[in-house]
């Protein structure tokens, strides 16, 4: 599995983004499936808010399957809280959080993101997670 964080996410559907074809391009030879979180996906539909059209796109990606959407319970918001933490003066967003927390559940190893923070967040095994990049 790929995590994806919220800056591929709206450069796939925003064509006037700067990213849109380099991301579109990464996610063509993407074999394995896709996952992100809730806050990631809130991020990416207030970040799309211009176009209820581009959001409607947005929602039938995740319905047609396309991309596993992750839940946050209360121990997966301990541990948000608890990299949020640790990663204070970045700072850590929930977003980001939420994706470095899901990727260590799920140990996923491969984030699909814009930001260069990623380059700084560890896996509990103080791990650099390997980032696709359209930087």
């Known amino acids: ?16 983004d700067n990213y849109h074809d380099v991301c579109h391009n990464i996610i063509r030879t993407l074999k394995m499936p896709l996952a992100t979180t809730v806050p990631v996906l809130t991020e990416a539909f207030y970040l799309l808010s211009f176009s209820w059209q581009l959001q409607d796109d947005l929602w ?4 047609e399957g396309n991309m596993h959407v992750y839940n946050l ?12 933490r ?4 970045i700072p850590m967003d929930l977003a ?6 899901m990727a260590d559940t799920e140990n996923i190893r491969t984030i699909f993101t814009l930001d260069k ?3 700084v967040y560890r896996t509990r095994q103080n791990k ?8």
């Open 96 to 101: 980001d959080a939420s994706l470095v927390a």
């Open 60 to 63: 039938e990606f995740i319905i």
């Open 117 to 119: 923070d990623f380059k």
């Open 86 to 89: 640790k990663y204070h003066d």
């Open 1 to 16: 599995m790929i995590a994806v964080d919220t800056g591929p996410i709206v450069a796939l559907f925003d064509k006037n």
């Open 73 to 84: 319970d209360r121990d997966f918001m301990k541990t948000c809280r608890g990299l949020m």
């Open 128 to 135: 650099h997670f390997k980032l696709l990049s359209g930087n």
